[in-house]
């Protein structure tokens, strides 16, 4: 089984919690190495769309507020 990548996943799992590094991996695509859309999302992990939604706007505020990781996903946030 090949290693998968994910740039700053220390800092990455500081931040977030389970639910949320696992919503902010599939949608940016670090797993399975292709974006998931939202739809995607909460069919592979059992939660409704608009739960995953959530669940992804607060990962992504708690990235903005790590200098490191937004340079990161600068191009995505």
Do not use: C, H, W
Request: glycine residues 2%; aromatic residues 10%.
């Amino acid at each position: 089984m090949s290693e998968i990548y994910i740039p700053n996943q220390k800092t990455i799992e500081s931040l977030l919690d389970s639910d949320e590094r696992l919503i902010i991996y599939l949608y940016f695509g670090f797993l399975p190495k292709e974006p998931m859309s939202l739809a995607e999302i909460a069919k592979f992990t059992g939660k409704s769309k608009e739960t995953v939604r959530r669940v992804k706007i607060r990962a992504i505020d708690k990235l903005k507020a790590s200098p490191e990781v937004l340079e990161l996903f600068k191009d995505y946030i």
